[in-house]
């Protein structure tokens, strides 16, 4: 039992360190990123080239985010910009690009499947039951990503303005608010927190170029039913992502994975607006 | 008899029947080189080529559902796979032979048609996104790929079904039926959307409300679409199981679903050639490229993938298009003649209230935006409301033609309660609506969206254009008067402010409309385009006994043409009688000149 | 003395339809402009075309001598081009402080300008924390004006303030405003329907009919007649 709800809250966080970067993009912009996860997989491989160079893990993680951070604020300026209108095509577009990425990392590193060492490794007694180290620092982290993002929107003047735009966008620039800038600074940051997910992954399972597909669907599916939301959406994670354990373990592994997709279909259809505070 | 009037200059010219020559010819080339090709081409090629035929098929749904109807749908990759798996199982359980193609052949059709309906009614309804019907499209082959999975032995799981024993032909005759079986489908469609149907569905990637508003159920249409394509897809998918004699989950996948996307896009959507041109030449490519450079032929289609959405959103047909425009002809389309209808005179002893309005209110909350609205009127009745921004006017309007706008209260139309229903449904009790900005077709002509508007009356033709448009009276002399009966073949987005606003009306007064709602329709128009409105407004109330409803700012406007104004105030009726009691009030100078009016004060 | 704001030949519209044909007129400094005219007319969408939510077609507008024709509306603003829009003027799920915030360009003189502030709202600076969308229709408009005072503004666009304003409301109103006319020099341009109020803070008027500018001279004794005969039903 106590297995089943650390899985429940692990998976849980997991899914939400996935999806912030793709939430905070969609909030603001109301764009889907379909290169999310090929992002996912650029912070997978910045961590690997981080740790074969002998890189401590505590530089490895702000290396994965500020090259994510970079391919988003480049994707902004180069190709979303112009697709503001068309979110549909955007979504085309940035599938393009994932592509091009994917492709551009399997010409650098090959195909093969590699791995990272986990920085902490064993197991940790907890209640009588043994559980992963690492698998409970993933805990901690997506903790620490909602609180420095919560913090960063309502303390900052950066936070402000982009909470100004997503509100109203043209009585933000009427106030001066440069609603460009905002949006290539929001599209930067969440790249880069969807490599930083991807370097935190990596030591769970492994390190391929095409690591970050099976996330994007439920990720994409989490970001839409939260409605955008950053508090919905780790309310949805915790519960897909408990549907998602408890169908895994009693019924079929198999079904489980698809478990997030058809519950979020199935809300939307329900309810288009989400989870969020109506 | 009704007397058909010639409008438009210029009868059949001599291309019209070039064209239909022209067609022919085509035809025929198309025919003959799918039959001589495979004596031409080495085995290799041949191969490859009937494979690409089959996706080539899938991939002219894919354009018919994005290209015509606007819903990017990642999903016809799951119908063809259904299509694949259900040959690749029947044969692998029950052998080869008659019952069993014919067994198989049943499954395709029949699991693809369900599994379509039900995609369909979960993305199509009232209120839903082509956002919402992407992501839908998106899970239904993640959800199929896993139910393979989890097939054991009966599906094969990863590995898929092989080895079953299928189709015994030469590669030769494979490709004639798999050429012909493509230039079938593509011919079908080509006409299907050439024809007035197709128009149809264009006009529904358009403007979806504009089409609800006009008593088209946009939704069962979407679906009627989707299952049609769905059906086409999965026979694809039996035809490339049946040759390849492999089934793998990888034919029903999300991958193989977008994948089909980038050859309608590269090709050029909404053309179905550029579908064909798209899956062949990347299929052929694929081929050739990803033995010698895997990485890079992906890295490739990647990049003009992007290329595309950004620069060259009509595709290579779209390329191709604009650099021969200058050695093509310029067509001349038959000229499209207008046919007046008599319109069926009122049902005498009929009830003469057209609107009834009981205790309307609409609630957000705590905040009331109308509040015990109440009023009835007649036929032949012209009748304006006005009162301030925010009072609460086109609110109304929103109430009165659509069932599950209001929060409370009783509306009929025509006689009819208008319940909880929505638009298109009150459309056909007679309601007509005009939008404040116009709101028509984009990629379609003045006289397409004009037999788009007549689509709850006639049926549209599934094979052709019809050359006779019939029309109410009112509309033609609409037409007439605004001189967009000259202009049928132009494009609509191409007119002038007060044209599309004219085109609009003649659209909604080809309902056959007992009620008409009108929001600002004189906003932006010239003094004579005003002049020629009002006109027409008065026509339209006395001669053909409409209802109109006319939501106003310009109060001279107003006065000039009403028979009676309703003074909406802070979502309230302030003021309702003739136009010389209200114009005279004090309470309407009061709103209007600006001294500070209290909701206490009611009355003049 | 170059004029704060010089508009010449303006026109602009939404999509084909052209909203306002050829509108000439200057805003000298320290100067208050009311524009008039009846309900749907273009004064709005004048106003957002010199701010540039509107694209310019034709005609050129100057900011105190320098061609802003082409400049986005953000940067307009930091030119001290202040507008007060009629409707969704607010963050109504910000607090009263992020609202006034958004005042300024930067936080930086912020505790500065919110104690000046206070001075003419004492209410507002009361209850900083409070969501602005809790707030009574009055309440809300000061602290729309509130806001738009904070930057100092050189010039100042008011569309309809005083929409659903109480009397004495108006008057405190029209008190802060003739007062930053006086102290800082604000232009201003406004917006009315509220005839005595603009007329009583105006030195000139314009009134606008269809897009156009049909009438233009100085508030005196008989303006408030002339206008209504405009105006007349």
Request: hydrophobic share 50%; net charge neutral.
């Amino acid at each position: 039992m106590l297995t089943l709800i650390l899985d429940t809250v692990t998976t849980a966080a997991l899914l939400f360190i996935i999806s912030s970067g793709l939430l905070i993009v969609f909030g603001v912009m109301k764009i889907i990123n379909f290169a999310h996860a090929a992002f996912v997989t650029v912070g997978g491989y910045a961590a690997l080239v981080g740790s074969r160079l002998g890189l401590p893990w505590a530089l490895v993680l702000p290396l994965a985010f500020v090259t994510g951070a970079v391919c988003g604020a480049v994707t902004e300026a180069t190709i979303v910009r112009w697709l503001y209108r068309r979110p549909l095509d955007a979504i085309l577009a940035t599938w393009g690009l994932g592509i091009v990425i994917g492709q551009i990392i399997t010409l650098i590193f090959g195909r093969e499947v590699q791995f990272v060492q986990a920085p902490i490794t064993g197991t940790v007694g907890l209640l009588g039951v043994d559980y992963s180290a690492y698998r409970i620092v993933m805990i901690a982290a997506a903790i620490m990503v909602a609180v420095v993002f919560t913090a960063l929107l309502s303390g900052t003047r950066l936070g402000l303005t982009t909470r100004a735009v997503i509100m109203n966008e043209m009585l933000a620039q009427g106030l001066g608010v440069d609603s460009s800038r905002v949006r290539l600074v929001t599209f930067a940051i969440g790249s880069g927190l969807a490599a930083l997910s991807g370097a935190l992954i990596t030591p769970l399972s492994s390190v391929d170029p095409n690591m970050g597909l099976p996330w994007l669907i439920s990720a994409f599916m989490l970001v839409m039913v939260s409605g955008g939301s950053l508090f919905a959406l780790a309310a949805s994670c915790v519960v897909l992502g408990g549907v998602q354990v408890i169908v895994s373990t009693f019924v079929n592994p198999i079904l489980g994975g698809l478990t997030i997709a058809i519950c979020a279909a199935i809300v939307l259809r329900i309810r288009p607006e989400g989870f969020a505070r109506a | 008899m009704p007397d058909v009037r010639q409008l438009s200059p210029a009868a059949v010219t001599p291309i019209g029947v070039s064209a239909r020559l022209g067609t022919a010819v085509l035809a025929l080339l198309v025919i003959g080189t799918v039959l001589l090709a495979p004596f031409l081409l080495d085995t290799y090629m041949l191969n490859i080529l009937i494979r690409a035929f089959f996706v080539a098929i899938a991939a002219v749904t894919v354009d018919i559902m994005w290209g015509y109807c606007g819903t990017l749908t990642f999903g016809q990759s799951a119908f063809f796979g259904i299509g694949v798996y259900a040959l690749a199982i029947v044969f692998t359980e029950f052998g080869f032979g008659t019952w069993q193609i014919l067994f198989a052949l049943a499954a395709a059709i029949i699991v693809s048609g369900v599994v379509a309906a039900l995609t369909g009614w979960l993305s199509f309804y009232p209120g839903s996104t082509p956002l919402y019907a992407s992501i839908v499209s998106l899970v239904v082959p993640i959800v199929l790929v896993q139910v393979l999975y989890s097939g054991g032995t009966f599906t094969g799981s990863s590995s898929g079904l092989v080895g079953f024993e299928t189709f015994d032909l030469s590669l030769e005759s494979w490709f004639r039926v798999a050429g012909l079986g493509l230039a079938s489908v593509a011919a079908v469609a080509l006409v299907l959307m050439q024809s007035d149907t197709g128009r149809l569905l264009k006009a529904l990637r358009d403007n979806d409300e504009r089409c609800s508003y006009l008593g088209i159920n946009t939704s069962r249409y979407r679906i009627i679409v989707l299952v049609l394509t769905a059906i086409v897809a999965a026979l694809a998918g039996f035809g490339y199981a049946a040759f390849g004699g492999v089934a793998a989950p990888e034919n029903a996948s999300f991958t193989f679903g977008t994948r089909l996307i980038v050859m309608v896009a590269l090709g050029g959507r909404g053309t179905i050639i550029g579908a064909i041109v798209g899956a062949l030449s990347i299929e052929v490519a694929s081929a050739y490229l990803s033995g010698s450079l895997p990485y890079v032929w992906e890295l490739i289609i990647g990049i003009a993938l992007i290329a595309v959405i950004l620069a060259f959103p009509d595709g290579l047909v779209g390329v191709i298009h604009k650099l021969t425009r200058g050695v093509q002809q310029p067509r001349t389309v038959p000229a499209t003649r207008l046919c007046p209808i008599a319109v069926s005179a009122a049902v005498d002893g009929g009830s003469d209230i057209a609107i009834e309005v009981r205790e309307l209110g609409r609630h957000f909350g705590s905040l009331s935006v109308l509040d015990g609205v109440e009023f009835t009127a007649r036929r032949a009745e012209l009748l304006s409301l006005v009162g301030p921004n925010g009072a609460g006017k086109t609110t109304l309007i929103r109430c009165l033609s659509d069932g599950r706008e209001r929060s409370t209260g009783f509306v009929a139309i025509a006689g009819q309660p208008i319940d909880r229903l929505p638009p298109d449904r009150i459309v056909r009790f007679g309601l007509g609506r005009k939008f404040q900005a116009a709101s028509f077709f984009e990629t379609l002509t003045v006289a397409e969206c004009l037999r788009v508007a007549r689509t709850h009356r006639a049926r549209p033709s599934l094979t052709s254009t019809s050359k006779v448009l019939e029309l109410p009276v009112a509309a033609i002399s609409l037409l007439e008067q605004s001189g967009l009966a000259d202009r049928l073949g132009e494009e609509a987005r191409k007119l002038s402010h007060g044209l599309k606003q004219a085109l609009e009306l003649a659209m909604v007064l080809s309902l056959e409309p007992e009620v008409l709602l009108l929001d600002e329709p004189t906003a932006g128009l010239t003094r004579a385009e005003r002049q020629g409105f009002a006109d027409i407004l008065t026509t339209l109330a006395s001669r053909a006994r409409l209802c109109i409803l006319l939501v106003e700012h310009d109060l001279d406007f107003v006065r000039e043409i009403s028979s009676r104004i309703i003074v909406l105030h802070q979502g309230k009726i302030a003021l309702d009688g003739s136009v010389d009691e209200v114009v005279n009030s004090a309470l309407v100078r009061e709103i209007y000149t600006g001294q500070q009016y209290t909701a206490s004060k009611v009355g003049p | 003395m170059t004029n704060a704001l010089q508009v010449e030949g303006l026109a602009s519209g939404y999509g084909t339809s052209e909203v306002i044909s050829d509108v000439s007129f200057t805003l000298a400094k320290s100067e208050v402009l009311a524009v008039v005219g009846k309900n749907g007319m273009g004064k709005t969408s004048l106003l957002k075309a010199v701010l540039g939510f509107l694209p310019a077609w034709r005609g050129t507008i100057t900011l105190d001598g320098k061609d802003v024709t082409r400049l986005p509306p953000h940067l307009k603003r930091r030119l001290g081009l202040v507008y007060v829009p009629q409707e969704q003027a607010l963050f109504q799920d910000l607090t009263i402080r992020d609202n006034l915030r958004l005042g300024l360009l930067s936080d930086r003189n912020f505790g500065a300008a919110l104690e000046h502030v206070g001075q003419w709202f004492p209410m507002l600076t009361r209850r900083l924390q409070q969501r602005a969308g809790t707030l009574s229709g009055g309440e809300q408009k000061m602290l729309i004006v509130a806001r738009a005072l904070m930057a100092q503004p050189e010039i100042l666009l008011l569309d309809e303030v005083t929409e659903g304003l109480q009397p004495s409301l108006v008057d405190r109103l029209s008190d802060v405003l003739t007062r930053f006319r006086l102290d800082i020099g604000t232009s201003m341009i406004v917006i009315e329907q509220h005839l005595p109020f603009a007329l009583g803070i105006a030195s000139r008027y314009l009134v606008f009919k269809r897009g156009e500018i049909v009438d233009s001279a100085r508030v005196d004794a008989e303006a408030a007649a002339r206008i209504e005969a405009h105006m007349r039903i």
